[in-house]
């Protein structure tokens, strides 16, 4: 038998129980810290990306779509919701805003 297992062995129950808890806490908490923070789950490039949908991505799908793209110098278009749970929110990055036209030529 290895050293560590012998010392694993010569402890009580409890503390062994309760190594066991606090390494299981710890490693789901650290799992969990990955899900949190602004924009959680985005996932894209300087072309677009996507975000898994909620109710709150839902209404700020813009905001996260301008502020991803705006890394790149671009514009976020949202260009898909699918209002479901499991689901995405699409976006695409421009190069020209919302309101932009192109001009009509005269003629």
Do not use: F
Not at 15 to 43: D, H, M, Q, W
Not at 73 to 94: D, N
């Amino acid at each position: 038998m290895s050293a560590a297992l012998k010392r694993v062995r010569s402890m009580p129950s409890k503390i062994v129980s309760r190594l066991l808890l606090l390494s299981t806490v710890l490693t789901l908490g650290l799992s969990a810290a990955s899900c949190v923070g602004p924009n959680a789950g985005v996932t894209g490039n300087d072309t677009g990306g996507i975000v898994p949908w909620s109710p709150d991505n839902d209404r700020y799908a813009r905001e996260i779509a301008d502020q991803h793209c705006a890394g790149y110098s671009k514009y976020g278009r949202v260009t898909s919701k699918v209002r479901q749970p499991g689901h995405y929110i699409a976006w695409s990055c421009t190069w020209k805003p919302y309101g932009w036209r192109p001009l009509r030529a005269r003629g």
